[in-house]
């Protein structure tokens, strides 16, 4: 399918002066790189199958493949899968095997995978063929502990980095020092995080003898291309609360209860995809749908971002009192898919331009305000949102700079 000049920034003339002179640099720097790095890639997406955590780990693979790179998905955790049709945790890793395979298959990727269950048996490719794999790897990209062990055969790939899509919640708990999870961190050679502002004065959270290297996620955008005419309702995709590192942060309930009053103050209908409080919600004037139904398949996923016209965000309460630079990964995608975000500010907007196609807000009057300013002129802030993230979020972008470190 050809690309269109609006999705398509080497072509547009209207944004290629602004993107092609970041583009360029960065993937003439890719070339120096060795002709192909060969990647053992570390995600959740059996241990969390929901469109959005998948989308994280596949636009990973997708993206350096579309390098020329050579990639292979392991799943490691030592933790059994959930299971959202029973509602359960699985010791039975069959829906999520075949969760994984159904997410890499249309992709080419249905035979370059493994999935380790919490018995240690290996489901996809076996043992031997991961080995084999690794005794050639270049890298080892472990995101948002795909694995928290230290096999031999990872242990002995010359480059191993640590992808931190949590920060301050990681930083925090290595903080409190449990020996296991400080050398778990200790063995490898970069960590990188999508917590602008970690290690940096503009945050309290303590980093000790660790350095962060600042990413992003990295974005496909090809695959949220869209001429979908959206719904009238800004939307977002959101857990109320997390069970993981419950001792040492705050959640989203905690920030939204700040802006729980916005529809009644914005001449605009919402739609919440949440697992929270529904009904609570519903007589603030908030409409909102199961998170989960929303999120069951990465095609489903999409599609709910695509029939919305423009994101509202909250962050986790964490992200927010630390001022932590985080940005996320779901808003990159609507940015991708010409969609505005409304998100608030946890420090990003020193790091990412606020105020056209993406606008930041930390009070309630400051959100109403981005809700009328987006509907203003919706089409400019449409347009304005991929250029956004072509400039920052594009695959293209994110991962040779990722390599350039990680390889180094």
Known sequence: MQQSAINNPINNPIINPIINPIINPIINHQSTLSNVVRVLFAGIIARYPF?????????????????????FYIEDTGECVYDPVQNTRATDPRYGTAYIHSALEPFGLGDRWTFVNYDGSYHGRSADD???????ADLFINLSGGSWFWREEYARIPHKVFVDSDPAFTQLAIAKAEPWYVEFFQRFDHLFTFGANIGTPASPIPTGAFTWHKTWQPITMDDWRTDRAPRDRFTTVMTWQIESFADVGGNKDQEFVKFIE???????????????????L????????DAMAVSRTPPAYREFIH?????FGVAKHTYVANRSGWFSDRTACYLASGRPAL???????????????????????EAAAGVDRINADYDRHARAAIDV????????????????????
């Not at 469109?51 to 990639?71: I, N």
């Not at 603030?284 to 749908?289: A, P």
């Not at 029939?307 to 994101?311: D, H, I, N, P, Y």
Request: glycine share 12%.
């Open 307 to 311: 029939g919305s016209k423009a994101e």
């Open 130 to 136: 991961v080995r084999r794999y690794a005794a050639d």
């Open 343 to 365: 998100v608030q500010d946890t420090g990003w907007t020193a790091h990412l331009p606020s105020g056209d196609g993406l606008l930041g807000y930390s009070t309630l009057e």
């Open 262 to 280: 916005l529809p009644s103050k914005a001449a605009q209908p919402f739609e919440l995809a949440i697992n929270g409080p529904q009904e609570l």
């Open 51 to 71: 469109g959005g955590v998948t989308w994280c780990s596949l636009m990973y693979l997708l993206g350096l493949r579309a390098l020329g790179h050579e990639v």
């Open 282 to 289: 519903r007589q603030y004037g908030w409409d909102t749908v």
């Open 389 to 408: 993230a072509h400039a920052h979020f594009d695959a293209r972008v994110v991962l040779p700079r990722l390599l350039g470190v990680a390889c180094s």
